[in-house]
């Protein structure tokens, strides 16, 4: 496992390193114009992005999940925000249903060159104990990353794979390694 990781890192860090950086400026001409642009200081709306996924499963099982999340860009390429969750669950067969509740912060990475991007969270949920009906968090940090297909500005489609590096019952329960997710991110 470890290799397999080492490996698919060393040929994204292959194909994103550059030779050379293509600069079209030379000192003293006043054509071309310098790369650098003057940072505001303070907050800036036009970094910031909502979004998060959406999901509805129907039959036997009906699941009901709503996460939003905010986000704002540190940099072009590393992104940070808080995000909330709500999952209805329900199963016929026992009559069981139940809510899950709860937060996670998080960050990503968006490679500039590539449709990839890296994710790291960590999760607090609020779930019933199926023993005797009573309610526990369950802390989860995830790591994984997926791919994302820009649609403009600050916005894009995603779709990533985490690993749960604190995998215990309740979590294995609710969802077991590996998690897909995907979702929207939109540019304000």
């Known amino acids: 496992m470890k290799k397999s990781l080492l490996l698919i890192f060393t040929v994204i860090a292959v194909l994103y390193c550059q030779a050379q950086v293509d600069d079209n400026y ?27 996924g959406f999901g509805m499963t ?27 969750t709500y999952t209805y669950y ?15 912060v998080f960050t990503e990475y968006l490679f500039s060159n590539f449709p990839l991007l890296a994710h790291a969270e960590l999760e607090v949920l609020n779930i019933e104990d199926f023993s005797d009906g009573s309610r526990v ?3 989860n940090p995830y790591v994984g990353g997926g791919l994302k297909q820009s649609i403009g500005g600050n916005s894009y489609f995603y779709i990533i794979a985490l690993w749960n590096l604190n995998e ?20 304000l």
């Open 26 to 52: 030379v000192y003293g001409d006043t054509g071309a114009k310098s790369k650098k642009t003057v940072q505001k200081s303070g907050f800036d709306w036009s970094r910031t992005t909502i979004g998060g």
């Open 58 to 84: 129907f039959g036997d099982y009906t699941i009901i999940d709503v996460s939003p999340t905010f986000g704002y860009y540190i940099t072009d390429e590393l992104l940070a925000g808080i995000g909330g």
């Open 90 to 104: 329900s199963e016929k067969q026992t009559n069981f249903s139940t809510s899950l509740y709860g937060g996670r």
């Open 137 to 139: 968090n369950v802390i």
């Open 168 to 187: 215990t019952p309740e979590s294995y329960a609710l969802q077991p390694n590996p998690i897909i997710r995907g979702g929207i991110a939109i540019g």
